[in-house]
């Protein structure tokens, strides 16, 4: 009989998810509950912005990773969700859990960790709590004020918008397998950039807020999820589908996929842990909006277009190959 | 050699927040660090108010207490920090940590018990993160906006202020022995009492705002980590000390203490877990700060005075003994 419950692990996240927000009262927000921000209104036109995002040993850091890197990342991921709406992070709290044994240095070190992943982005770690627990946790909450009619939310893109990202996609998924299985092989300067795809993940938030400020974005999406799933976000949520003419894989992933005897596709699609933008753009503002980013030192690639026909598909010569809705998801996936 | 180590355990928890704080680039603030809650310039005049404390199923939930009742503690305890400061709190994210193992009706509980903890105090979860741990976790970050000339702080108390409390203390001290070890005896509805301190907790939010708007009160602090401690930390940062004629014991306390033959004193200055707010008042404001607090239901009891000499006392007859510097500390204190 205690089989038939439906367990977390059963459920999975975004049902678990769905559960407890239907159990919630959510108030009037300027963004829908499930953005990759939370928000709430100050004034008239500007909005208090908070992120929560929590990471957790057992699960989300590999063994190799330094307690540095994991709290680092901790940051960056929370900052990667901001970078995506287009908002600036004015402050973070962090809330640690810590195991006993943990020593005086590995307190150090996540400190430095937290503090380098917040100045890199110009904010702040200004307060937190910190707890006895069995695992390694570190839950995040970032905070920052944006004015409302500029925030890039996910449900706006429209037929015919373009679709683009910041960069490349796969190294962490890569990554991870190099991490994870030894019969996986890379060698040189593009295993370093793979592993350190994991290690050190940066967030677009330079990218965001120039996206953000040129005003051009109808839809945006942070990819931790991998870019198919948030890509079925968008769709989903927008009422529109996605035609890829074209998988963004990054170099070291052709170059991993090819020595490895696996699918680059698949890494780059179906990995999660990805902290580039996905964004949908107005066509008659693309030069702009790629302009826009340019200037800031990053990069805005065309994959595809928004089209009336839900579902996501990529173009191969002229046939139509689907994309599926998976991706990461806490209580299903396994490293 | 390896336990010549400074682990977690012998570090204590506010020994590892002072590392890390050590460690932390830090703006110009508008709260100290280490004040019940953080906060950062939004105007000229506001302050957005930010706060984050983690619940962690092992250590800080009995296991006679359901999840319902974890989930709405973890958002009382911030509503707490908050009602010290004299700041409504808008909105709150929540992170869970939870086990492989949990059940649907799980989930279930745990967002009813985010949403009447919220909801009791006017406020609402707008959004969070799930997460699969070892241990149950929930990690709330309260969003609040004030003015900053209004907040109340836990460094500016002076000499000849008058010390108050907004209620008696020992109830979950009392309420844990009860729950942990059966050697401790109480019936009846001082049982109820002092069990319901420890599952359904209240925080002072309606006395704090009432002792924010009448601007009467010099400094002011939650007393989550225990009376004696608190007033430790008021004292340490206002750089007074404080004389106390009365220690506040609840009735059921008094009563516990008779009954099992421990020190009800003992009960209600080195617990923890009380969500009283402790503050100090202005001599002249005495009057008005009470029937403030009156006038929204609520109680503020003198229990002594700030004075110009370091330390906490407590006078017994003219005997003046020490109160000392302890309370729950993780990593080192057991439930």
Same sequence: chains 1, 2.
């Avoid at 500007?46 to 709290?71: C, E, F, I, N, R």
């Avoid at 992933?253 to 596709?265: H, I, P, W």
Wanted: aromatic share 6%; with cysteine; proline share 3%.
């Amino acid at each position: 009989l205690k089989s038939k419950k439906k367990t977390a692990t059963k459920l999975g996240e975004h049902r678990i998810i769905e559960i407890i927000q239907q159990h919630l009262t959510l108030p009037d927000m300027p963004v829908p509950f499930g953005d990759d921000v939370s928000a709430i209104n100050i004034d008239e036109k500007t909005v208090a912005v908070l992120k929560t995002d929590m990471l957790v040993g057992k699960t989300d850091v590999p063994k190799q990773m330094s307690l540095y890197q994991a709290a680092r990342k901790a940051i960056v991921m929370n900052v990667s969700d901001f970078a995506s709406k287009g908002v600036q992070p004015s402050a973070a709290l962090v809330a640690l859990g810590l195991p006993r044994k943990f020593t005086q240095k590995d307190v150090k070190e996540i400190a430095c960790g937290l503090d380098d992943g917040a100045r890199e982005y110009r904010t702040y770690v200004i307060g937190g709590d910190t707890n006895e627990a069995s695992d390694f946790i570190v839950s995040v909450a970032l905070f920052g004020t944006a004015n409302k009619s500029t925030l890039m939310l996910r449900n706006r893109a429209k037929a015919g918008d373009i679709l683009a990202v910041t960069g490349l996609f796969g190294k962490p998924s890569a990554g991870m397998r190099l991490l994870s299985d030894k019969n996986f092989q890379m060698e040189g300067s593009s295993r370093e950039t793979l592993l350190n795809s994991v290690f050190l993940p940066k967030a677009r938030l330079a990218e965001g807020l120039a996206l953000g400020r040129c005003g051009l974005v109808s839809a945006s999406i942070d990819s931790s999820d991998g870019l198919a799933w948030s890509l079925h976000e968008i769709a989903r949520l927008s009422k529109v589908g996605f035609l890829l003419d074209s998988i963004p894989v990054a170099d070291e992933v052709s170059e991993f996929a090819k020595v490895n005897k696996v699918d680059a596709s698949d890494l780059s699609l179906y990995g999660g842990e990805e902290y580039e933008i996905i964004a949908t753009v107005k066509p008659e503002g693309w030069n702009a909006a790629r302009r826009a980013v340019e200037a800031v030192g990053g990069q805005l690639l065309q994959i595809g277009k928004a089209t009336g026909k839900s579902g996501v598909f990529l173009d191969v010569g002229g046939q139509s190959h689907v994309v599926e809705a998976r991706g990461w998801e806490h209580f299903r996936s396994q490293i």
